[in-house]
Structure formats: C-alpha cells, structure tokens
C-alpha cells in the first residue's frame, strides 16, 4: 500500500506542477486520515527519502579536485557522453576530475593514475 501512494507522489511530482504536487499531497493525507491510515504517512516519508537517495547515486555527477577544474571537466565530460549540470569539489582526488553516469565512469584525476601504479606494483 506505501509503495503505491509514493509512486504516485512520484509521479505528480516529476511532471513539474509544484501546486498540483502540493493539493495532491493534502488530498491524500486527508484520506489517509479518513481511513484510520495515517501511520502510513512516516513510512511513505522514509520511502520517498530512499528513492531520492537512490535517485541521486544513480545520477550522472562530476568530481573536481579543484574549483578551477569544473568548467573543463564538464565539457570533456559531457564530450564523453556524461552530461552533468555541475561539478562537485571532491578533495580526494589529488588532481583532475573524474566523472560517472550509468555504470560509466571516466578518471581523469591523480588519484586514479597513482592507484594504477600501485596495482601495477603490487601484483
């Protein structure tokens, strides 16, 4: 029963109508109330959080080592096929950027070259 009412949440919300998003929202706790279902509102909560994070991991992103990287990063990027609206500054990364969509992912960093040294080395 959550997952049918979240899915539904979902999909008012992707279609952009942030009012119509929000009436539906009232609407439906109202019926929830109605039912004597209101218990359901926490764990739709929780399952609409766990989408969003899954959402969120599976989207395309770009990772800089420093600011002054992003704007090269998102075009070579995105010449790649990883189309990202912005760059995060990841202080991991030693130098460079890297960058992942779909189970793709493209290393442009220091971090990636001296891990494939070490690889090398080690085995």
């Given amino acids: 029963m959550t997952n049918r009412y ?3 949440l979902e999909a008012i919300a992707e279609q952009g109508n942030t009012a119509g998003a929000h ?17 359901l509102l926490p764990k739709m909560a929780r ?30 990027a995105e010449q790649s096929g990883i189309i990202a609206k912005h760059a995060k500054v990841n ?10 969509a779909d ?5 442009h960093s220091g971090k990636g070259a001296l891990l494939a040294i070490y690889q090398k080395v080690t085995t």
């Fill in 91 to 100: 202080h991991e990364l030693l130098s460079g950027w890297r960058a992942h």
């Fill in 103 to 107: 189970g793709q992912l493209i290393d």
């Fill in 47 to 76: 399952e609409l959080a766990n989408t969003a994070a899954r959402r969120s991991a599976r989207a395309a992103s770009v990772e800089v080592a420093h600011q002054r990287y992003a704007k090269d990063a998102l075009m070579q």
């Fill in 23 to 39: 009436e539906a929202l009232e609407l439906l706790i109202v019926h929830l109330k109605r039912h004597g279902r209101e218990k």
């Fill in 6 to 8: 979240t899915h539904i």
